[in-house]
């Protein structure tokens, strides 16, 4: 294993900046203070440029090694962004704010980037550049894509990226990655079924769109079992149903609301068109009107082969290859790391969180002993990938 020793030092820093960042939790693009202290870190460190205001408040550094005969950069990303949850951790440092805390552990993955960003700023131990991404807007905001689409690969233009989040559950010192598909893709659907209101002890006087809405949730399902081959994955969930408001009226409208999970794209827009026509189909068979909003969010996160071999040796150095998990079971959970890995190849890495609450749950609470694991991940992946002249 090799832990490298100069995290030793940084820990009781870097937990103090990872505790300050879970009191005060910024959601969404909203991030001007978390942004603000790490672009402040990281002009302290000696980062060679800082530049903020990146896919609105994205921050990217960009350190130089001692030489730079290849020309080459390398990416490395960690969100920011904290969740609308009412914390239940019972930690010292749990959250100030009320309705919004570190749910997902974004602290931890800013903090162990900042405390790689300070070590490869020291030490220039490589060949080439690399660029330290913060970025904003990850749980449902798309920031990712914002920053793509502000020039962020034009601007620095590295030729591989790489993500890493935490994994309760996941052993600590443990990683685990795998090529291909490894989380789904993110989709939101809005369903809203239209009949004619009325009376509710004269339901033949009325279009009822109770039934086509009853219909309508459990057909989603078929879709599922019985249009997609049995070997592949998706997962439609309807998670809100609104309607009416008062027990002897039929309402006039329904409105649902859901999400689609899938692991390859062609099954997405099988799930998509098929979910349509049964939205129209079923509407129509009573007497109603059917409209279905689909909307596409975050894109299969898909992890180049090659990146996958790289951050697993990274990652075996670090830990032990013994201690990394090259066959990781996909998630249906999303990551818009996704359209990073759409411009550059590369991979996400999972490392262990150890026995904690699971991610997006209000006791969660990111484990400050894995500080030693990722940040070397970082420091490693940067010397393997930029190796320097000897």
């Known amino acids: 294993m090799a832990v490298e020793n100069w995290v030793s030092k940084q820990i009781a820093d870097l937990t103090e900046f990872r505790r300050d960042l879970h009191r005060n939790p910024e959601l969404l693009y909203d991030v001007s203070r978390t942004a603000g202290r790490v672009a402040d870190a990281l002009r302290a460190a000696g980062v060679d440029e800082v530049h903020e205001g990146i896919g609105r408040t994205g921050v990217v550094g960009i350190i130089r090694g001692r030489s730079d005969a290849s020309g080459r950069m390398i990416g490395l990303r960690a969100d920011m962004d904290a969740l609308p949850i009412l914390e239940e951790s019972g930690a010292e440092w749990t959250s100030e704010i009320p309705g919004k805390m570190h749910a997902c552990g974004h602290d931890g993955h800013t903090t162990m980037l900042i405390g790689a960003a300070r070590e490869l700023a020291e030490s220039r131990n490589f060949d080439g550049a690399v660029a330290v991404i913060f970025q904003p807007a990850e749980e449902g905001g798309a920031g990712a894509k914002a920053m793509i689409d502000d020039g962020m690969l034009t601007r620095f ?64 399902q078929s879709i599922v079992s019985r249009n997609l081959d049995p070997l592949k994955s998706a997962v439609i969930s309807i998670t809100t149903i609104h309607g009416g408001d008062a027990f002897n009226v039929i309402p006039q409208t329904i409105e649902l609301t859901g999400t689609v999970r899938t692991l390859d794209e062609e099954v997405r827009t099988m799930v998509e068109r098929r979910l349509n026509r049964a939205v129209q189909g079923i509407a129509d068979a009573f007497d109603a009107k059917g409209t279905l909003d689909y909307i596409r969010m975050y894109p299969v996160t898909v992890n180049d082969e090659m990146g996958v071999e790289r951050a697993a040796e990274a990652a075996a150095e670090v830990a032990g290859a013994e201690r990394v998990n090259m066959n990781w079971t996909p998630s249906m959970g999303g990551e818009d790391f996704s359209f990073m890995l759409n411009e550059r190849p590369g991979a996400m890495i999972f490392v262990g969180n150890g026995p904690s609450a699971g991610l997006h749950h209000p006791a969660y609470d990111f484990n400050d002993e894995v500080f030693a694991w990722g940040c070397s991940y970082w420091t490693t992946l940067v010397r393997q990938r930029l190796r320097a002249a000897e």
Do not use: C, K, W
């Not at 809203?192 to 009376?199: K, L, Q, R, W």
């Not at 109770?210 to 309508?216: E, F, K, N, Q, V």
């Open 157 to 220: 233009p590295m030729q591989e990226v790489y993500g890493m989040h935490n994994q309760p559950g996941l052993a600590l010192g443990e990683f685990a990655v795998r090529s291909g598909p490894i989380m789904g893709s993110v989709d939101e659907i809005r369903i809203t079924i239209e009949g004619v209101g009325g009376h509710a002890a004269f339901p033949h006087q009325t279009t009822d769109p109770l039934m086509a809405t009853s219909a309508l949730v459990q057909a989603a």
